[in-house]
């Protein structure tokens, strides 16, 4: 365990950092769900196998696009390889004009996660009924709402279900920003919305409880220079003490308007993307959180290894305590709420079986420790899927206020994609409440206001052909999900 008021020493490690074993002993530990496990990679490989077919599948279908029977053919492989048919228009020019191979691409990812948002209930419940942080945990810590901003780099995509063994909640809500810079405002604005609803009577059950923003940065011990988080040019001091200075600002900005003692609780977590530990900054008894002051869970998995259980627990709240009454740089003042200091006791045990999770499923350490987005999402994330480098997401309103997340996907991109001869597919998507009279019109026109706003951003990009933007929308309170809008539907239509 590195001692608190140090700073943290990025360093080649080895293929299991937080498994190092003695002779005869095994990566298991007590505290470990290892079903939850088997659950998780199940869902993990149905998720990606919907994508990893397309790319092949393209490839066949470019060396035989001159074949007199091409179209049916090439539908037969479709169905047979991605479980979907591909666009008769764009098939049907080939043989004038040749394949249009960019436009395909980004049609079958497109598709591919279509596909996985109206799967997701079926595929999902073996591991969502194991989940023991739910939203029965979060309201007896006393939190009505946990309001989560992770950065938006696709490696956090996994965050709630994998990182937190989290389940999605009405409770828990997650916004993504580029180095996890959220917008001020706007949680201020989260903030008050959801404290009217809790004094209405909207939220049940939770008359006394309170709001926890998280806010969540990333690192990576095997790459620091290069891996870490592009928003902050891989500098993790940059990245951490950045989301910190939002968070205290969002406190600032509620008591200044509201008075002393409204502002949210916070916390600040960062997470290891090389091999999903995270490490929790402990907040002192007036709330404030120092950089230096935090416990990390791959020490904690390696210092229990090998443990009871209840030894195991013991020895976590041990070490919390012990980082919470640190002298130097990581001095506070009184410990951390009871409320609190429960869910982060559960965070970092939960956190265990993720990084056992690593060790069995990916050899101890990803082997892509970097990007590997298949798309950007553009305004409203949907929570139905969460799996680690997947999507990156840039949260927004306009392209303008959303312009910096925005610019970090092109050019995560720009490396994944174009530079290989292959488009940025973009889905812009916003949700809408289907309970409000001429909501979905509204969602349509933000979505094409949007989409236009992100062309017109990178018109080089999109005049040849390397940026494809889909827009879909949601409805929050209905079952349409993920639905697919094209430029020339109108907006009154269904």
Known sequence: MRKAGTLPQTTTAPANPACVIAAGQRCEHALVDPQLNRSLSAYEQVVRSRFAAIVETLKALSAEQHELDFVPRAQHLARERLGYELPGALLGEAWVSGLDLRALHSYCIFRSFKQCIDQAVSDQASWRERMTLDDEFVRACGYHTLDISPCADGRLQGLLPFVFRMAPAPSIMVKAYAGAMFDVEMDAADWTHRELERLSGGIPDCADGRYLKIAVYHYSTSNPCDQGCAAHGSNDLKATDSALARLNELRAAVENTFGRGAAPDILLVGVDTDIDAIRVHLPDGNGDISPHRFVESASLYHDTLGMTAQAARAH???????????????????????????????????????????????????????????????????????????????????????????????????????????????????????????????????????????ESRYPQLHKQGLLHCQMAISDQMGSERCQFIEDDVPVSGH
């Open 316 to 454: 976590i709240e041990a070490e919390v305590d012990r980082a919470e009454n640190a002298d130097g740089w990581a001095r506070g003042h009184g410990g951390v709420e009871a409320g609190l200091h429960r869910l982060i006791l559960r965070l970092l045990e939960n956190n265990l079986s993720q990084i056992e999770y690593v060790i069995q499923h990916h050899a101890g350490r990803y082997a892509v420790i970097g990007h590997n987005e298949r798309f950007i999402c553009a305004g409203e994330s949907m929570s139905e899927l969460q799996l680690r480098n997947k999507f990156y997401f840039a949260h927004l309103d306009t392209v303008e206020e959303g312009a910096a997340c925005m610019d970090v996907g092109i050019k995560i991109f720009t490396g994944l994609n174009i530079n290989h001869g292959l488009p940025v597919p973009v889905l812009v998507h916003f949700h809408y409440n289907g309970r409000v009279p001429g909501a979905r019109e509204r969602s349509i026109t933000r979505c094409k206001r949007v989409k236009a706003a992100i």
